[in-house]
């Protein structure tokens, strides 16, 4: 049993120099940190986050530029629609009646003028047109 508290004795002395000597010696404790990356695979692990970074920012940009798109598409669809909307209005206006078709036809331009945000004189233009008889 002496001999086994003597030897955990000697191991502890000597992991506690190598501690020592680690701490102290700077080079080796390079060398130690480079051999504990290499194993872990800190420079692998780096290149791929940069590669996923990379990515990240690759998509953001795309995603601003299809923003921009979709900007740029609502403006002409509501600028398409608000014209559908005054044509359809001058087309019955010298009769002030309007066909079932044509009153459906206004109904459905103008929720899908107010669903993308459309917001000016369509609104009157359109009041006025639903406030004309239906033909019979």
Known sequence: MEIIKDIATIIGLVLSAITLITLCCKPLRRKIGN?????SNVEETSGALEEVRAMLQQMVATQEVNQELMTHFQ?????????SITR?????LPEKEVPAYGRKDMVNLFESYKRLGGNSYVKTVYEEFMDWPVKT
Do not use: H
Request: aromatic share 16%; no cysteine.
């Open 35 to 39: 051999v504990i990356r290499k194993a």
């Open 75 to 83: 403006e002409s669809q509501l600028s398409l629609l608000r014209d």
């Open 88 to 92: 359809l209005y001058f087309k019955y």
